[in-house]
């Protein structure tokens, strides 16, 4: 069974890639971006940590010590420097505190941080989940859970939908999202006793079925898209991931590292764009090239900067959590 999925790595950079190109206005499925990385979030998280499910308070506290410096190590580095280098202004009200500590409902320059509370959110659910439940538990508690944000969605048909209010945030479409990918996850777990060839024929027909809910052209602002996206995503998850463990293929080493830099993609491509687009001269700027250097310059702040940063303070948790 695979320990690391190289094709996870894969996806992150694809559904970064698809951010960009959607607030470059490229592309008619780019604003899918989202919907996969949270799906594929659900997965990674479930999946690295399910050992962990029951494990109680020592092992819920060391989880949500590493999440939360996953998240802020880089978000902040890069949102006081922006400050700091005059690039935008703040008021340092309330608002700017709910920017730095990522509450739900907060307004950053940075714009795509809204995803990075729900995140939090989620994360803080597992840690619980890590504290207090069964593996077991856990499972039948994620796949009612699914279900029941699943019939939330169809609340848009009806005269009390619940975009926009609080409601949305903890029960709404993004929640549902990543705990597809968490089910996918529980699912790729179950599969793992099926024999080699059954396994495969499912996975072409996820892959298949995954691809043409992914591929239909629905309205973004309907939950139709959020279905048929957040399903297509975790089938073609499923299937990719299947299609790795039968197969082992070997995936590029320069993928496998803008994978893994996809985090610093996410949030500096927004500063990136609002640059190129601040002046009629940088606008006509080749908008290969802009994504390109968005690339090139997350490789090297990953590799550099988050990296060591994150790696750095993971170990002094560890040695201020280690018995003594």
């Known amino acids: 069974m695979i320990k690391y999925f190289q094709s996870i790595q894969m996806l992150r950079f694809v559904a970064a890639t698809f951010v960009i190109f ?45 999440r939360v410096v996953r998240i802020f190590t880089f978000y902040w580095l890069l949102f006081f420097s922006l400050i700091g280098l005059g690039i935008y202004t703040v008021q340092f009200d309330g608002r700017f505190v709910a920017s730095v500590f990522l509450l739900p409902g907060h307004k950053s320059f940075l714009e795509v941080t809204w995803s990075l509370s729900v995140e939090l959110y989620f994360y803080t659910l597992f840690a619980v989940t890590i504290l207090l439940l069964s593996k077991k538990t856990a499972q039948k508690i994620a796949i009612l859970v699914w279900i029941g944000t699943f019939l939330l969605l169809g609340l848009e048909y009806t005269n009390y939908p619940i975009k926009g209010t609080p409601l949305n945030f903890f029960l709404g479409q993004n929640i549902w999202l990543i705990l597809s990918g968490v089910l996918t996850g529980i699912l790729y777990e179950k599969s793992l006793v099926i024999e080699a060839r059954k396994r495969l024929y499912y996975s072409a027909f996820c892959l298949t079925i995954g691809l043409f809910l992914f591929l239909i052209i629905v309205d973004y602002y309907s939950n139709r898209s959020f279905a048929c996206v957040g399903i297509g995503s975790s089938l073609l998850l499923f299937g990719i991931l299947s299609i790795e463990d039968l197969k082992r293929p070997k995936f590029p080493t320069l993928l496998m590292r803008l994978g893994n830099a996809s985090y610093v993609a996410y949030l500096i491509h927004i500063p990136i764009i609002h640059y190129f687009s601040s002046s009629p001269a940088l606008k006509t700027t080749n908008q290969f090239l802009i994504i390109i250097g968005i690339w090139l310059l997350s490789l090297v702040l990953y590799q550099f900067l988050e990296k060591p940063l994150v790696e750095r303070l993971n170990r002094l948790i560890h040695v201020a959590q280690a018995p003594k």
């Open 22 to 66: 959607a607030h470059m206005g490229i592309g008619i499925h780019s604003y899918k971006g989202m919907d996969i990385l949270f799906v594929v979030s659900g997965f990674i998280i479930y999946w690295t940590s399910r050992a962990k499910i029951g494990a109680g308070s020592s092992a819920a506290i060391r989880f949500m010590k590493r």
